[in-house]
């Protein structure tokens, strides 16, 4: 199999735990803002995309190069070997993005980026006229930072973070792959007991059950490259054996999820069934004032309001406080909480072990951790 230069996508502050899983996958990485390199074949398209848990997307690097003109972005992307990807019939659309660059139209990277690419087709297959584009989609992506130009083909299509199994969700769902970090940041084994006592749609224990039981997690769902014609599907059904010999169904979970309101844990329990979960995860309606246990040495994850989603912030700030009263007794449990109220250890009543920037979405918002103290 031929060699490519492949890119994992991924949230800013999340690069060190995608380079990480990628590493233990077997991967010689290298670790750059919002993404990490590394280098593989189809086979390494295929299964990074299967595992990766907290990854966006993974693309194809086809070339790096600098511009400073549209000529020169033209002569310089022309001459890159399309055929090799794109065949007659594919359909190519272009996304551009720009920062800091001598070539800022957006509009005008697309256009003079299809065009150096239309043509180079045109003359390898010797076609006259217009491309078809009636084929399998190979969405490309010139990007220029400081002039530096990357051009990118994506394998994913609908970004990792789409597991397939979550078709409920509550207000301000946490992304899964975001959900997956959180998780990887913690302390957490699967013989611990996990408690989300926030949990919405249960985007946190779904994903700790996926992690527990070492599924990977696009187990359930489709990627772009299966439709490429020189993918040959044997390579994914390779990748998919392989993950179910490693997969571990009998390991025996604790992982618990309660939320106050009674549709966001029929969610979870519907997202649960999706995902063949059902018996890993044990969900209940519950308000936080009522939360106890007798159980040592587990982690508590949480996502709560942060007052941007509630108009009254006083009530957040009550949420906070309880937190506070309620998790701080469990000295030998670990907590974690992500929210973008930089206030937040004011109202919880304590100081963070350790905090960490994290981007959800385009918001920033930071995670503290408290860790145990027995």
Known sequence: MRKHQLIATCASGIEGIVGEELTRLGYETNVENGRVRFEGTDYDIARTNYWLRTADRIKINIAEFEAKSFESLYDQIYPLDWEEYLPLNAEFPVRARSHESALYSLSDLQSISKKAVVDKLKDVYQKQGF???????????????????????????PSLFKRGYRTEAGDAPIKENMAAALILLTNWKPHMPLHDPVCGSGTIPLEAALIGHNIAPGYNRKFLFETWPFFEQSTLELVKEEAEDVADYDIELDITGTDIDHRMIESSITNARGAGLMQSVNFKQ??????????????MIANPPYGERLDDDERVHDLYRQMGEIFGPLETWSKYILTSNLDFERYYGERATKK??????RLRTDYFQFWATK
Do not use: W
């Open 286 to 299: 519950m308000q936080l004032s009522d939360f106890t246990t007798t159980k040592e040495n587990g982690v």
């Open 356 to 361: 960490r920037k994290l981007y959800n979405g």
């Open 131 to 157: 491309l078809p584009e009636t084929g399998a989609q190979f969405p490309l992506e010139v990007a220029i930072r400081k002039d530096k130009v990357l051009v990118t083909l994506d394998t994913t299509g």
